[in-house]
């Protein structure tokens, strides 16, 4: 596709910006006092080299109770300084910068926390303060205050925070909104807060630098504002002068998921239509556009004039170069795993990424320090870690061979793919396989590695990625031998073998619920022979939904913890536990399984013994152990070349924790 939208630039009343890409508001974690250091700078730095439009910096809290003690803060004219070197170092790179003015009401979790009624949040679990007429003013004002320094630190504009939940939102919606006076009641009183800020912003600095203003383009949350309500705040938004209006989606206590990797690409992008359809302004859109392709197809479609493209950016800092010079190939793009950026946000750590070892670290590594000593690296496995490793060792000049078993690239990667809504963890092996043929790294499909190959290589280094191997418990009748249907998850999502209509998945884990989840939609229709019926009327509305959205097999699942998915990330186990109840996947936990017998899994539950029956498939996704039989085998030859392990066949890990340690040892093969 040829990026016709994306590269124009377009203009925000007056300030005109070189393309359609916006890197939106992101708390980085970055320093612990609110203030701008070397490590922010130097990833925008990055970002904004990289060719992105407009740089939107923040949340930068207006006020200490209404940031978080990790974000960004505005709330005193000591932070200017470090502001102002962040817009003239964004400026010298061509992009532009705003800065978001963040007010979080009850979702800050400060001790004060403030907001319009004293409604128990959802997300912190704590009542919030409620403001007085007078503190809404004090509010408003420290906002004003906030728009007067991003003024001096050289901010082409600011933008209000009336999305996520924030007490922009605590003021819009009925469910936290119980005043009685004039800011609470009517949609026109419970707009009176955000109209107002408008207005002062606008007097204070609107002469000078963008107003604009985030919001939900739907609350997703029960009894709270819609996508309908959103467009009739947008005309009042408009009305009271905001110059922009950027669109994201819910609430972050909603139940819909917002970020993961199951929302599809581009998937809320009606809500900027929405909102476009509404107002004559500039329309951003956001939420999983992480791809300049999703991008553009936006723009075309004039669903909206700009993307926000956040993590998209975080993976991959040189994107909007690299698309621009037609090296898609070359993109790193974020997958939505949340393992690196949203889940470390939660967790109080700085934010990284799982594809991008350099984000937190940029200006500390430099790829372009070629090594002075290139030796001969041997890689074995081809997953993930493994892969990394052989990139990075490239890029510093030493000569990479890859030798791997399987006839395709991946490892376990493979698998994680199938599962519904897992699918950009393709991108990752079409990341690799682009850069192995670019790089010219000597790649060995199908090749299973022992100690006399590894030694004709004559190998300076070894790195064993050799991944895992399966862990199957000591069961009674888990091989089969007692007439049970049990397979692998592995094998059953390779598609090995058919699964029967009622299903037993052993282990809740990552993988036992992903594969759960995936065998509960088989039977499903798909959404093209979905569209066909919906179109011609074959079936009535509620039963063509039934039969796109749920499979035809039972599923359990069963496990011997007390809870599903303990080691998923906190952003994404959540939505994965509601896919289970969705589709009706019991789950049976805190068991000792007994033994397998024929169609009858027996188990001993609180002192009781029990059983599922009926059950024609078995699916074992009991755990992995390291598969590093190899490496120990080298080890005892002792060798006169250096060896190292990387990531699951050292300890099965994310995969996260499998690339950056790929990277951390190509990069220290020479150190
Ligand atoms: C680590 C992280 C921090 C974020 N912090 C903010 C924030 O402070 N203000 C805000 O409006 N959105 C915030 N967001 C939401 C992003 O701006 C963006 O809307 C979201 O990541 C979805 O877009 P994407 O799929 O392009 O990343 C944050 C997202 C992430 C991942
Ligand atoms: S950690 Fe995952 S979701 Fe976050 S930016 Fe990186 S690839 Fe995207």
Redesign the pocket.
């Known amino acids: 596709m040829k990026f016709v939208k994306l590269f124009e630039p377009f203009k925000i009343k007056d300030l005109e910006i070189r393309n359609r890409i916006v890197m939106?508001?992101?708390?980085?974690n970055f320093s612990r006092d609110g203030e701008i250091n070397d490590t922010t700078i130097n990833f925008y730095f990055e970002r904004a080299k990289g060719g992105v439009g407009l740089i939107i910096i923040?949340?930068a809290g207006v006020e200490p109770r209404g940031g978080g003690p990790t974000m960004f803060a505005i709330y005193d004219d000591k932070f200017i300084p470090g502001y102002t070197r962040f817009t003239e170092n964004m400026h010298s790179q061509g992009a532009k910068t705003f800065v978001?003015l963040?007010h979080a009401g009850a979702y800050s979790g400060m001790p004060d926390m403030v907001s319009s009624s004293a409604v128990k949040s959802n997300l912190t679990r704590r009542v919030p303060k409620e403001l007085t007429i007078d503190e809404i003013k004090v509010v408003q004002e420290n906002h004003a205050l906030a728009a007067e320094r991003a003024l001096k630190a050289g901010f082409d504009g600011v933008e209000l925070?009336g999305?996520?939940g924030y007490l922009i939102n605590q003021f819009l919606s009925p469910i936290t909104n119980k005043r009685t006076d004039e800011y609470g009641g009517s949609l026109e009183n419970r707009l009176r807060y955000p109209l107002e800020l408008i207005q002062l912003v606008k007097e204070r600095v609107g002469q000078k630098m963008i107003v604009g203003m985030?919001i939900a383009g739907d609350d997703f949350v029960p009894g709270s504002n819609t996508y309908k309500e959103s467009a009739v705040f947008a005309r009042h938004y408009a009305n009271a002068g905001i110059d922009y209006i950027n669109v994201?989606g819910g609430w972050h206590e909603t139940r819909i998921p917002q970020?993961p990797m199951m929302v599809p690409q581009g998937a809320y992008a009606y809500l900027a239509e929405n909102i476009k359809n509404a107002v004559n302004l500039p329309v951003f859109s956001?939420?999983?556009?992480?791809s300049p392709l999703v991008a553009e197809q936006i723009l075309r479609d004039q669903m909206a004039d700009a993307v926000?493209?956040?993590?998209?950016l975080i993976a991959d800092a040189y994107l909007p170069l690299k698309a621009k010079q037609s090296k898609l190939w070359d993109i790193r793009k974020?997958v939505g795993c949340n393992q690196g950026?949203?889940d470390h946000?939660f967790t109080g750590k700085s934010?990284e990424c799982m594809r991008n070892y350099m984000v937190s670290r940029e200006g500390k590594i430099d790829l372009d320090n070629k090594t002075k000593h290139p030796i001969q690296v041997l890689i074995i496995g081809a997953g993930p870690g493994g892969l990394e490793a052989a990139r990075i060792a490239k890029v510093l000049g030493h000569n990479v061979t890859i030798l791997e078993k399987r006839l395709n690239l991946g490892g376990q990667t493979n698998l994680s793919w199938v599962p519904p809504g897992r699918h950009d963890i393709h991108e990752i092996m079409d990341y690799y396989s682009a850069q192995i043929e670019h790089l010219g790294i000597e790649l060995h499909l199908g090749v299973e590695a022992d100690l006399d190959r590894i030694n004709k290589y004559q190998p300076d280094a070894v790195i064993f990625a050799t991944g895992v191997k399966y862990n199957i418990p000591h069961i009674p009748g888990i091989d089969g031998s007692l007439g049970s249907e049990v397979y692998l998850a592995e094998k059953i999502l390779e598609g090995e073998c058919p699964i029967g209509k009622n299903v037993v998945v052993v282990g809740g884990s990552a993988t036992g619920i992903e594969t759960a989840i995936w065998a509960a939609e088989q039977g499903a229709l798909n959404s093209e022979v979905a569209k066909f019926i919906a179109f011609y009327d074959l079936l009535p509305k509620e039963e063509l939904f039934n039969r796109w959205l749920r499979g035809n097999r039972k599923v359990t699942i069963i496990d011997m913890l007390p809870k599903l998915g303990m080691s998923i990330g906190r952003t994404t186990r959540g939505f994965l536990i509601g896919q289970l109840m969705k589709l009706g996947i019991n789950s049976v936990l805190n068991v000792q399984i007994k033994k397998f017998e024929g169609k009858t899994l027996i188990y001993e539950h609180e002192n009781e013994t029990k059983t599922l029956q009926n059950i024609d498939t078995f699916i074992l996704a009991t755990g992995v152990e390291p598969n590093d039989d190899l490496f120990n085998k080298v080890k005892e030859t002792n060798p006169s070349y250096k060896t190292f392990k990387v990531g699951d066949c050292k300890r099965p890990r994310t995969m996260m924790e499998a690339i950056h340690e790929g990277f951390r040892t190509a990069y220290n093969l020479d150190k």
Request: some cysteine.
């Open positions: 939106p508001a992101m708390a980085l923040g949340g978001q963040y925070l999305s996520a985030r994201t970020i956001s939420n999983r556009i992480n926000c493209m956040g993590r998209a974020c950026c949203f946000i934010v």
